[in-house]
């Protein structure tokens, strides 16, 4: 199944909500089973610094990019002015998210989804620390306590390390759980926390 997958980058995203579900994209993309591409959208241009310094120069800007079949909205310090004004962030959701077959976001992201409007009546989730911030916002079931929460065709996934686990559930679905455990496997994903036992 031919699809395109599209990053939105902007300014002060926090850097793993867009690096650690490219690496599980970006790795499936290479496999034979797959017909996909994955690809970084900058939001003021192509160039964008993240929230803890890495620079990052985006395949497009939102301006200019091919036509989406999933989008993935990342969190961050700079998803705050976004979310209280608005912006050219927003208005690509608006645009591009109709025709896209699922809309994602990682951590706050969940916050430009619901200033869209895409999270109306449905049920999210976000980073813990701004878990009362999106339910605050109104129009939304907001989850507390869990990976990532999909409801119709938009999921959303709680903090950083979470839009991996989201990543690849999305795979499961787009192309079977085999795969995705074949994915997993690839890129030795599996969390073992040096402090969950006592030593």
Sequence with gaps: MAMNFGILAFNDLEELDAIGPWEVLAWASKQEQTDMTVCTIGSLGKEITCAKGLKITTDYTIEDHPKMDVILVPGGQG???I?????????WIKRVAPGCTWVTSVCTGALLLQRAGLLEGKR???HWRSIDLLRDAGGVE??????????GNVVTSA???AGIDMALWLVGEIYGADFARFVQKGIEYFPAPPYTAAA
């Design 124 to 126: 999210a989730t976000t």
């Design 83 to 91: 979310f209280k004004k608005g912006g050219p962030e927003i208005d």
């Design 159 to 161: 903090g950083v390390s």
């Design 79 to 81: 998803t705050r002015p």
């Design 142 to 151: 907001v989850l507390d306590d869990v990976r990532f929460v999909r409801d």
